[in-house]
């Protein structure tokens, strides 16, 4: 693969991860939810835990296997394709592990873990969620939040 091609396949590669996005933060609403009626749902904090998201693994597994196999094709001299396309398979597994882990660590983020006590029916639910360093969300056992349900997401915000 010429010198061209690579940096091509790896700007893409570079733009495609910037696209990732996600979250389970109570002040961000998904695309698909916006203009559309959401179900909302009152209930009382029976209490809090601090807990920890999982990073996404899936986009890391792809740009690493990508470009580990770039990196290990690179391996001998232009003569030696042999050893160009062994290097290209265990660049591609290595590259593979390698960007599944740091793509997990990047996108890791702190939760917290919501029990709530359903005014309609007296249930107790369990929502997890991130919470923003910008937001002031304290809650708190007792708070009474509203839960905002659409496309199987539900986010807990203050009632006010």
């Known amino acids: 693969m010429n010198n061209k091609l690579q940096t091509i396949v790896l700007l893409s590669l570079l733009a495609l991860g910037g696209c990732a996005t996600g979250g389970f933060s109570p002040d961000v609403v998904?695309?698909?939810a916006a203009a559309k009626s959401q179900y909302v749902q009152t209930g009382v904090v029976v209490s809090i835990r601090n807990?920890?998201?999982?990073?996404?693994r899936?986009?890391?597994?792809?740009?690493?296997?990508?470009?580990?196999?770039?990196?290990?094709?690179?391996?001998?001299?232009?003569?030696?394709e042999t050893t160009q396309q062994v290097g290209a398979v265990v660049g591609t597994a290595v590259?593979?592990?390698?960007?599944?882990?740091?793509?997990?660590?990047?996108?890791?983020?702190p939760g917290v873990e919501i029990i709530i006590k359903l005014d309609s029916n007296e249930r107790e639910v369990s929502i997890v969620q991130e919470m923003?360093?910008?937001?002031?969300?304290?809650?708190?056992?007792?708070?009474?939040?509203?839960?905002?349900?659409?496309?199987?997401?539900?986010r807990v915000v203050p009632y006010n």
């Open 30 to 32: 998904s695309r698909d």
């Open 51 to 56: 807990v920890t998201i999982e990073g996404d």
């Open 58 to 80: 899936d986009s890391g597994n792809v740009f690493g296997s990508v470009i580990g196999a770039i990196v290990g094709s690179n391996i001998g001299g232009d003569d030696d």
């Open 95 to 109: 590259g593979s592990v390698v960007g599944q882990n740091v793509s997990e660590n990047l996108s890791r983020k």
């Open 132 to 154: 923003p360093e910008d937001v002031d969300y304290s809650f708190r056992a007792g708070d009474k939040i509203r839960i905002v349900r659409s496309g199987g997401k539900a």
